[in-house]
């Protein structure tokens, strides 16, 4: 078990005193830092109890360096506040405690350090200031442990009370495969780039693919190291030194994260929840320029409110979208600060809901409902929530993403108010089966209406079901054709029991079969196929569909002239067996000798041969074709026995 420990508090109040006190390692590595007796960057140690192993996060002090101070918090799983029994709580001691509480952190320590240089009434003063500050933050339980590093007392207290934190179990959401912040960056002799960080979610092992976000570096582990130490794999909550292969110090910036291949994906946009730390606090204004911290990163973004009326904190949190000026990388859970950069003041914080967030410029309220049921992690609440918005829609892996689920589990909990179209979709069953009404109903007035037409134009139907997604008709369309209460043929779609030949008055049927003996009498000749038969031209229309629904009658396109051409079936076999009767299969003809064969002209014969070519009677290279015998052609295997 390992459990990273952020230590935080003002400055010159013994947090590396502390630290090294409690590891033997002394945090501060800089010249500068030993110079001037303080904290620059964040100074990393670790020390190995009977319950697991913590790692030591020695965050600044000073107000210069709150960005530093909060990389090393958000990936923390404790606090170690440090409070100078001899000068109280001070500035950075509530903006580091806020931080903790924005970050999401549960479990704090302090220490009240400095315990000699105060007598016992100070002491308890300090006690006092120090539980009153706490209570405050939501924090009452925590543990104030005097100590001193002159003294050297209070130590086994205080790594007593560090102890427990191994048994906590994690509250906040972590990332479900490799996510790891990187704080540092830098060229190790004889390893070449090593990347340093809190390992926020999965395992790391050596010899792993894996990808630096959000520039899409691909990579792999040469070596991983936990607290100094060369390991084959580290778990989650550990703090890892990283030697990656090919790729350059150069080519990776603080705040960049290492992740698995193909599993996160940068965005401009991020939906979240957004609270401020107490009701006393102004939360923010919409389309406000803020500066947001999260992982090791910290980007400037614009707050969009999707309420107008969420501009305070005294009723709870705000729906919002963060629209950043660069692609950012994050994950569902993960929490986040927000400060002002006019103030320099940390104003709220919150949680990720949707890290690949779309914009959302239209019904907004419903989208809030989704947002809010992702909130509180409610899978059937937010799919229900999507479907309400995306008219009986639900993207799985939306759902999946806003639940922090597996696709595969949303798709299982889902019941039967959903129907599958695994792995992309679900549809609310209510919906399926009002479009699927409005569908049946569309082709029965069609057919009503054009009873001698054998089908109906998918293009009438699609524009009668417009106001439908576009997946939704399309999967009802399918499940239709499934069980068979739809027939679809080229273009049209008709119901299965609808007959049109059947449907034929005494004087259409009369008609179609002249018309039908007029085109087989044409052959190769087109010519008028209908003349003063007296039919408008919707029943012209519905007699040639007809034919060619019943197979009696075949429709060619010629490309060049852009027109249809209409030959009786019987003519086409007919032509084919000319062919085959007129040039052996090892002979070749040109498109004028089986024009001159056929006695037809070359508005019909190029259609034809290109007819033939689709159906494998003739097989075409360059400008020869080969005329096929019909045991040449390939075998159906709807035929095979």
Known sequence: MDKTIAV????DHGKTSLVKALTGTNTDTLTEERERGLSIVLGFASLNTKAGRLHFID??????????????????????????????VSAQTIEHLKLAKLFGIQSVIVALTKSDLSDGDTRTARRSEITDLLTGFGFSDAPVIACSSIAHTGFEEVRDALETVLNVKPTRARATTIYLPIDRVFHARGAGTVVTGTLLGGDLTTESSVQLEPRGIETSIRGVQVAGASVDHAVAGSRVAVNLRNVEPAQIQKGDVLCATDHYAPSLRFDVVIAAYDERTQLLRHMQQIVVLYGAQHAAARVRLYRADQTSASDGAAMAQLEFQTPQLSFAGQHFVIRRPAELRT???????????????????????????????????????????????????????LTRRSIEACASALTSDYI???????????????????????????????????????????????????????????????????????????????DAYAALSDRLRAVYEVTNDRLKGMGLSVSALIEGDDLDTVEQDDMVELLIDNGHAVRLYNHALR?????????????????RQAFAPEDGFTTGQARQKLQTNRKTIVPLLEHFDTLGVTIRQGDLRFAKSPGDRPCDPCDAS
Not at 8 to 11: A, K
Not at 59 to 76: C, E, L
Not at 350 to 365: E, F, H, M, W, Y
């Open 8 to 11: 935080i508090g003002h400055v």
């Open 59 to 88: 965050a600044p002090g000073h107000a210069d360096f709150i960005q530093t101070t909060a990389s090393g918090m958000s990936g923390a799983d404790a606090v170690l506040l440090v409070v100078s029994s001899a000068d109280g």
């Open 347 to 401: 104003v709220a914080g919150g949680i990720v809901l949707d890290p690949q967030a779309a914009l959302i410029t239209r019904n907004k309220s419903d989208h809030v409902q989704i947002l809010e049921a992702a909130a509180d992690l409610d899978l059937l609440g937010t799919a229900r929530a999507l479907a309400a918005r995306d008219q009986g829609c639900v993207d799985l892996e939306l759902l999946a993403r």
């Open 420 to 498: 599958l179209d695994e792995p992309i979709f679900a549809f609310q069953t209510i919906a399926v089966d009002a479009i699927e009404a409005q569908f049946i109903a569309a082709l029965s007035d069609f057919h009503k209406a054009r009873p001698s037409r054998p089908s109906a134009p998918m293009s009438i139907l699609t524009q009668t079901l417009n106001q439908w997604p576009k997946d939704l008709s399309e999967f009802t369309i399918k499940r239709l054709l499934k069980d068979g209460t739809i027939r679809q043929k080229a273009d049209g779609v008709a119901l299965a029991s609808h």
């Open 563 to 579: 027109q249809n051409i209409l030959l009786h079936a019987d003519a086409i076999d007919e032509a084919a067996r000319m062919l």
